[in-house]
């Protein structure tokens, strides 16, 4: 093997796996502080002293000014300490610029800083009590006048022909990227598809509502919040509240879920610093769940159109791929919707384009993999569609159209195993048994049908710092200031720790989620593990090294000469050879207050050698009934070329995991706006339809047995994010096979199925 | 949440009078109530719980059911007089929410719950149901689930029961106390309104008046169901349901009772399709003439257009399903 990851180190234990902790199915070793409730979530904190509540108050148009408010009623309500509005809140740092930096969720993020309404929903105060019903009930009694402006515009399609042209588009890709004659090519080719999707407005929604507490001592600040990142979320807060960011502390060790929408810092954190500023008490912000519709993360709405032109024998010639996505005038967020096909499937002539559209809406970010879920669904139905012109088996087409290597930036894949996904894929599913036609599978009143597509997304590494304290007990405590957001952290870097050190998993304990720790890169973008990962792993190698290097000078050691690139530590022992002694001795003796170790890394190399990404194929079974047009996942089986596999239960977990809000994303879900206004229609978990467990079948995830030699010295790849890439393609490809009908406006629910179905009276 | 008091009722009468009083609100299982207060929808000066009235027997006497108002929903789908006799109730009840919601939920309740309009919910929108003289934003807004039978141009929103729509079916009637301490009894029927232009009264209940209890007739004769069509497996109100009892004997239809949810303000009694069928042949050209005219006076508002052909295929597919076993056997 050549080229080893840069950072690999003298011994990697992961890659030995003597002990066989790496991929073992281990219980999340957070499971009983959650089933017990004894995991404290950031509004959960009841250590602070004389804490009050703050209560949001929303704008309720969509875009204009405050004219007037009067704060008088809740001021004189009830235990109210304070309101807050752009007239009396603390100073803080003018909004950040537009277009976003290297890294946008590092930037001020003001509230109540002006008198202009910027969508609705947005906070026009803040209403501080000493109970939070008091504060409820007074948010209620706050006055705003507001001047609308008319121009304010909220439909994508009407505002289609104002696009414009973005410098680049999300996680620093290029707007648009070429290759080829696209146009020459698709003219002349002998099949071609031409078709366009809509996409709409999705929202995160984690079940943990963004909720914080904020707690000033003298300039210093402490956020206990809900956060994906914890040192953004301290280089943002200390940023809006133009503070040293040394004064703020980010406690964040438990996260209800994120999905993306705990990365950035959202009005909840900011408005408790300002409130706790204000009444000098310790304040807890909750947003609720309609406002958090409005305040917190969601996916923007799109239009994609997708060309494929191919020869009569299923070759891709020509690929085009447009999207229109919504973003607003005071942030620019485009999803990065056609990177996805600028990487799966080879052509010679290419064309990968984003446009903004600018709405009056709140901005739209990231959600479970941004730019590859949406984008996905663009590629993998037309493909479906040129599948069904050619009379070719979908998945062969996929399999002719392979590439031999990354088709955008020509570099060889690290891994990919895409092929013998859908092979095996094909194989466990019964594949066979689809119908050649669509309609004709029944099951009583249902319509069955078969579909797949496949999901990718890319393997990252940023850099990340940890420390490992060895104690002469023979116990190890790891820091790192890493987030778990249900995805378990805790758990695979208990496991990383474990085995690198050769201690049993029980004698490791794992912290997170607190700015006082080693600064790692946070979880977002599936590049959790293999950032925080690697530098546990360089960690445990140093403390390895001191401690080889104290034995070895240690005449009354065994070990004593060794060479200290060959002692490990295994099994509890210090080992070199045959020769072997047990860490607790060694440590008693040589390091009674035990060794730390220290890791750090720069993450990926900037101009990698290989092209790295995840990729996995999916197929999903749907019925269809005859007569309401209802849609229901019959089961689902998700086939992943993933890597190394940590834990083969956490792994699986995130996979089902996305692969379940991919048949929210295919089927049910949609925040609607109100074109009138702006605002988000159905806006709470009774309307807003996530799936719910009687619309999550029979789900299975495999992993290949894949290696992965580059991406990172685990020889992993994030999961994170994947399984939901792929879903809404595939499911919309088997509600095609089910029932001959077509949807391309998402999510296809019974009302665009209805009109395709036959006669209420057939049989 | 506006402040509010509080008191725990022992006995029906005194709950009546002391609901009675301007502002007073009954509470009994909260589910739907306790969210609009938190909302302030709902603005109660005053609550009585009545939660411990002994009213949580399901008695059978003469043939008739009576459920007590404060039996809880799951406690009523599993009760076996229930599951053997009144099948379409069972069903509609356990299509109804969630596990957690049923047990809290109580028959009375589950009556007197109130619409799902997404503008309803929304202070910030118009509303003639929760501010007479408002307006209506669902009229010209984002109308998926709202009504395609009975609406006005004050209103278009419907009932959510599920419950009610087969207790619509069953003819059920409803027994009350007053303040006075008179009771009286209205059938099902004559329970609810109509929206007309005045949405915000939506039940013929007086001030104070409690509903003691549900009281269900012998079961008519015939094959009973409940079919809910919904945007998801569970936990989703109907788009459309239906509550059907077909009796057929000699291949031809007897009797129908039919009741349609999702459709209207309040469960729909379908008694032209009942009428349209009744000694009819049981053919499928019989359920589609009842399905059209059950639906020939529908009217819809844009994004609800779908309702219409739906509620048509499902009447129809429902009719045919309940008939057929029953031809069958």
Known sequence: MTNRSPISPAINPVEENRQGTIGKALDRVDGALKVTGRAKYSYEYRGVKDTTYGFIVGATIGKGRISAIDTSRALAAPRVLAVLTYQNAPKQAPLHPREPGANRYDRSEPFLFSADVRYFGEPVALVVAETFEAARHAAGLVSVRYVSDEQAQFDLRANQSRAYKPKGVNAGMKTDTSEGDFDAAFGSAPVKIDVSYYLPYEHNMPMEPHAAQAVWEDDRLTVYSGQQISATAQSTLAKTLQIPVENVRVVTPFVGGGFGSKVPVHAQAVLAALGAKAVRRPVKVAQTRPQMFANTNHRPECLQRMRLGASKDGILTAIAHDVWTQTTPFDEFIEQTAAFSRVLYAAPNRLHRHWGVILDLPTSDIMRAPGEEPGSVAQECAMDELAVALDMDPIELRIKNEPQDDPETHLPFSSRSLVECYREGAQRFGWSNRPKRPGTLRDGRWLVGYGAASAMFPTLMRPSAASVRLSADGTAVVQTDMTDIGTGSYTVLTQVAAESLGLPANKVTVQLGDTRLPKSAGSGGSFGAASSGSAVLLACEDARSRIAQLVANDRRSPLAGADVNTIALRDGSVVAGEKSESLQAVLSRLAPSGIEGKGEHEGAEKQPKYSSHVFGAQFAEVGVDIDTGEIRVRRMLGVFGSGRILNAKTARSQLIGGMIMGIGAGLTEESVVDLRDGSYVNHDLAEYHVPVNADTPRIEAICLDEKEPYANPLGIKGLGEVGIVGVAAALANAVYNATGVRVREFPITLDKVLGGLPEATAT | ?329
């Open chain 2, 1 to 329: 949440m506006i402040p509010f008091t509080y008191e725990r009722a022992t006995d029906a009468n005194d709950a009546a009078k002391a609901a009675s009083q301007p502002g007073a609100r009954f509470i009994a299982g909260g589910t739907n109530l306790l969210d609009l207060m938190k909302l302030e929808i709902e603005k109660p000066a005053h609550l009585v719980d009545i939660t411990r009235l002994p009213l949580r027997e399901v008695e059978i006497t003469n043939g008739a059911v009576r459920i007590g108002s404060q039996v809880p929903n799951s406690e009523l789908a599993a009760h076996p007089l229930i599951r053997e006799r009144y099948p379409v109730l069972s069903r509609a009840l356990l299509a109804g929410a969630s596990g957690q919601l049923r047990n809290k939920a109580s028959t009375g309740g589950n009556l007197l719950q109130r619409t799902r309009c997404y503008y309803f919910y929304d202070t910030s929108k118009a509303c003639n149901k929760r501010e007479p003289g408002s307006g209506c934003a669902a009229l010209q807004g984002f109308n998926r689930i709202h009504a395609i039978l009975g609406a006005s141009d004050s209103c278009i929103a419907v009932h959510p029961s599920d419950m009610a729509v087969a207790l619509t079916a069953l003819e059920a009637s409803i027994e009350t106390v007053l303040p006075d301490g008179s009771t009286r009894t209205l059938p099902i029927g004559e329970l609810y309104r109509l929206p007309g232009d005045t949405p915000h009264i939506e039940t013929n209940l007086r001030p104070g008046e409690l509903i003691t209890a549900v009281v269900l007739p012998a079961p008519p004769a015939g094959n009973q169901t409940y079919r809910k069509v919904r945007d998801r497996a569970s936990y989703a109100f109907a788009l459309v349901s239906v509550a059907a009892i077909v009796r057929v004997e000699a291949g031809r239809v007897r009797d129908a009772r039919i009741a349609l949810g999702g459709v209207a303000h309040k469960p729909w009694r379908a008694l032209d399709a009942e009428n349209a069928l009744r000694g009819k042949p049981a053919s499928m050209e019989s359920f589609v003439n009842a399905a059209q005219a059950a639906l020939a006076p529908a009217k819809s508002h844009g994004g609800n257009d779908f309702k219409i052909p739906l509620a048509q295929r499902v009447l129809t597919r429902t009719l045919a399903d309940v008939a057929g076993t029953e031809a069958a056997a």
